[in-house]
């Protein structure tokens, strides 16, 4: 089970941290995923960070303004999100599979919803 939070409303330039949380089964062998979801637009990827943390990815659009970290004595993948932009606003999800740089995950989380005021 993914429990994903910290999403909420920010003005443009500033920075959100999203958390999310497994439970269930042994997290260090999952691979974690973000992905998002504008409002009458498809899924996208975002970041993805391997199962001890060494590789990580992102999509170009958040390059260089998020970070994805993981805790895996805490079962807990984070998204650092800062110079956020407008287009940034969408439900952001959370996700686990067991291969990294997959294009589609069997686990997913609900997810939180993150607004950002231009």
């Known amino acids: 089970q993914l429990q994903a939070s910290g999403g909420g409303l920010v003005q443009a330039g500033g920075s959100l941290r999203l958390t999310c949380t497994a439970s269930?089964?042994?997290?260090?062998?999952?691979?974690m995923g973000w992905f998002r979801q504008a409002p009458g637009k498809d899924r996208e990827f975002v970041a993805a960070?391997?199962?001890?943390?060494?590789?990580?990815r992102y999509a170009d659009s958040v390059e260089g303004r998020f970070t994805i970290a993981r805790v895996n004595t805490r079962n807990t993948v984070y998204l650092q999100m800062n110079s956020l932009k407008a287009e940034d606003t969408a439900i952001y999800y959370c996700?686990?599979?067991?291969?990294?740089?997959?294009?589609?995950?069997?686990?997913w989380g609900q997810g939180t919803l993150v607004t950002v005021s231009s």
């Open positions: 996700a686990a599979d067991r291969n990294y740089g997959q294009t589609t995950y069997d686990y």
């Open positions: 269930g089964r042994t997290f260090s062998d999952y691979a």
């Open positions: 960070i391997s199962w001890r943390g060494r590789s990580t």
